[in-house]
C-alpha cells in the first residue's frame, strides 16, 4: 500500500508541475513566442537507463518483471525517444535457482517535453527467457503512460504506468493493473 501511495505522490506532484502555466509576458508582435528562456527543452540526445524494479518490488521481490535492467534511452526527435533494456536476474529461493535474462525496447511520445517534467505516453515490447528447470520464452507487449522529473544536472526519474499483454508460463494474460505496473527508474543523461 506504501508504494502505490508514494508512487501516486510522485505523480501528483509531477503532474502539477508539468501543466502549469509559465509566468511569462505576451509577445512583443503577433504570432511570436512567449515562451521563456528556461522553456526549452534539454539538449541531451543519449542517457543511461537504470530500472529500479527490484528495489520497489513488495508483492514479488524475487522477480524484476517485464522491462527491468539496465539500458539506454536515445531522443530521435526531440518529442521521440526510444529506449532498450537488459536484463540480468540469479535467483535462489527454497534450494531452487533461476536465471532470467531479458531484451526490451520501448518508444515514448513526449507532448510537451519540459525541462522539468516530462509526461508521455508509448508502447513496449520485449522476451525474456527464464531458465528454472522449465526452460521458456516469455513474449510480452503493451502500453505505458509516464512521467520523467529532472532531478538534476543530468539526472532523472521517471515513473510510469504499464498495460501488459504477455504470452508467458501462464498462457495468455492480460495486465491491466495490480503488482508489477508500476515502475520507477533513473536516468543519467550525457
Known amino acids: 500500500m506504501k508504494k502505490r501511495t508514494h508512487l501516486a505522490s510522485i505523480a501528483a506532484i509531477a503532474l502539477s508541475a508539468a501543466f502549469a502555466q509559465p509566468a511569462s509576458a505576451a509577445p512583443a508582435t503577433p504570432g511570436a513566442s512567449a515562451a521563456a528562456p528556461n522553456e526549452a527543452p ?22 524484476d518483471g517485464y ?25 535462489a529461493r527454497d534450494g531452487q535457482a533461476s536465471t532470467t535474462i531479458g531484451l526490451s525496447g520501448a518508444a515514448e511520445w513526449h507532448p510537451t517535453r519540459r525541462p522539468t517534467v516530462s509526461p508521455y505516453v508509448g508502447g513496449l515490447a520485449g522476451l525474456r ?17 509516464g512521467l520523467e522529473l529532472r532531478l ?3 539526472v ?17 494474460t492480460l495486465s491491466l493493473g495490480g503488482a508489477g505496473s508500476a515502475q520507477l527508474g533513473l536516468l543519467f543523461y550525457f
Open 129 to 145: 527467457a527464464v531458465m528454472d528447470g522449465e526452460n521458456r520464452v516469455d513474449l510480452y507487449a503493451g502500453g505505458l503512460a
Open 67 to 91: 522491462q527491468s535492467g539496465v539500458g539506454c534511452k536515445w531522443w530521435a526527435k526531440d518529442s521521440l525517444a526510444v529506449r532498450g533494456l537488459v536484463g540480468l536476474e540469479l535467483n
Open 152 to 154: 538534476f544536472g543530468p
Open 156 to 172: 532523472a526519474l521517471y515513473a510510469e504506468y504499464r498495460l501488459l499483454a504477455a504470452l508467458d508460463a501462464d498462457g495468455f
Open 42 to 63: 534539454p539538449a541531451e540526445a543519449l542517457a543511461i537507463v537504470f530500472d529500479l524494479q527490484s528495489l520497489v518490488s513488495v508483492a514479488s521481490p524475487y522477480d
